[in-house]
């Protein structure tokens, strides 16, 4: 082994421009290939954690995955039966027996959660009306799974504690109304309902749609103002891993029955999206170091043209053909090592470039640094593309190296 790779430095060495070239297409190659992928799995990854950083990572609400079966039709499951003029039950809204689910949620490893109760609303101030999502929250619960309390410019929620009627909207709804901290709007409900609420809060999430239909009060007011005693009809889950969210979802449905959602069903659309983002964009990376891999190919392809009456010699000393072919896989080999080492620190070059522009969104105060991913499994990902493209690349022009039939070579030669 020590001679075959001996002979095999040798012919890279003597030719040094082209061996250069073949180098050189490898570096590049697994440079770019590891920005681009650094800069679209960095991207992915900065989407996801905005998706589950403002939406909550598993939702309890209080309906069922799948309407229960009437009583006549459990009796008599294959009977033809009609009923006719039935009239639905009216009852409250909401989790029955919510605080004792609550308890078995809380009793699981590694997560969060809190109630919620929401209902539609009208809010009136000057004349003006406005519909809105009013959602009925425990200060300190909230804070755990939602990050509501770091996108409040003014206030905050503990103040929803202090003031039972107060009540905390979004900054596009407070420039709407011209509403400032302290001021008092009036908030109606369905069933008629109206009370003056104070603003004790202000927020601002981005979302211009959330900014402006969303408002928080405590629980008990909204029970209230909602006419839904000790009932709540979301429970909210933040999770130490969200990607666990799908089957912590489904253990705690089994358990107490009411639809859990998680955020992973929830967008399963968008992720469907980003999976096919991730293929196209692998492919694309991939086949850059494909392409590098041709100079490997015709430099390799060269050293057997030139190299077929030493080959000759070599298979008539005793060389196997096995061991030409290998002589030739171990210069793919080393060209393509020696690729990956300075690609990946041209590579880590091209990413903290990346790293340093800075975007300005637009209505946006602060600008953004182009989001990038350091994980090792990219790293390894572009080595091994690079080593299965260099030895892929070498193995053509060895196996042709290796047919060399010694008689024919030495007796054109004489």
Do not use: C
Not at 44 to 65: A, C, G, M, Q
Request: aromatic letters at 6%; a neutral charge; glycine letters at 8%.
């Amino acid at each position: 082994m020590t001679l075959n790779l001996s002979i095999a430095m040798t012919h890279l060495l003597a030719r040094k421009r082209q061996t250069a070239v073949s180098l050189s297409g490898i570096v590049l190659g697994v440079a770019f290939f590891l920005a681009v992928a650094s800069l679209m799995r960095g991207s992915e990854l900065d989407f996801i954690e905005r998706l589950i950083d403002t939406s909550p990572h598993i939702t309890v609400s209080d309906e069922y995955r799948s309407a229960d079966l009437q009583p006549v039709r459990m009796r008599f499951p294959k009977a033809a039966v009609e009923l006719r003029s039935v009239k639905p039950q009216t009852e409250v809204r909401g989790i029955r027996g919510w605080q004792q689910k609550m308890d078995f949620i809380d009793s699981l490893a590694d997560l969060q959660v809190a109630p919620v109760l929401t209902g539609s609303v009208v809010l009136t101030f000057a004349g003006r009306n406005q519909g809105a999502t009013l959602s009925g929250i425990v200060p300190e619960r909230m804070k755990e799974v939602s990050t509501i309390e770091d996108d409040i410019m003014a206030g905050s929620l503990d103040e929803l504690a202090a003031n039972p009627n107060g009540i905390a909207i979004g900054q596009a709804l407070a420039e709407r109304f011209d509403l400032e901290m302290g001021d008092n709007l009036n908030v109606s409900t369905p069933d008629g309902t109206v009370r003056a609420m104070k603003i004790v809060g202000i927020f601002r999430t981005g979302n211009a749609n959330y900014d402006e239909s969303q408002t928080f009060t405590l629980l008990k007011r909204a029970q209230l103002l909602l006419n839904r005693p000790n009932r709540v009809n979301r429970l909210i889950i933040q999770l130490e891993n969200p990607y666990r969210a799908r089957e912590v979802a489904s253990l705690i449905e089994q358990r107490i029955g009411y639809k859990a959602l998680s955020w992973l069903e929830a967008n399963e659309d968008i992720m469907a999206v980003l999976t096919v983002r991730n293929t196209i964009m692998y492919s694309v990376v991939a086949a850059i170091l494909v392409v590098a891999s041709f100079g490997i190919y015709n430099t390799i392809s060269t050293i057997v043209m030139e190299k077929t009456r030493d080959i000759a010699i070599m298979k008539s000393m005793g060389f196997h053909a096995r061991d030409i072919r290998r002589i030739f896989v171990i210069e793919g080999l080393v060209l393509g090592l020696i690729g990956i080492v300075f690609g990946i620190v041209l590579g880590l070059g091209l990413m903290w470039i990346l790293g340093q522009v800075e975007i300005k969104v637009p209505e946006m105060a602060d600008s953004e640094r182009l989001p990038l991913y350091y994980g090792l499994d990219q790293f390894i990902l572009a080595a091994v593309f690079a080593l299965l493209s260099s030895v892929g690349a070498s193995y053509f022009p060895a196996r042709k190296g290796a047919r060399v039939q010694p008689v024919d070579i030495l007796r054109g030669a004489a």
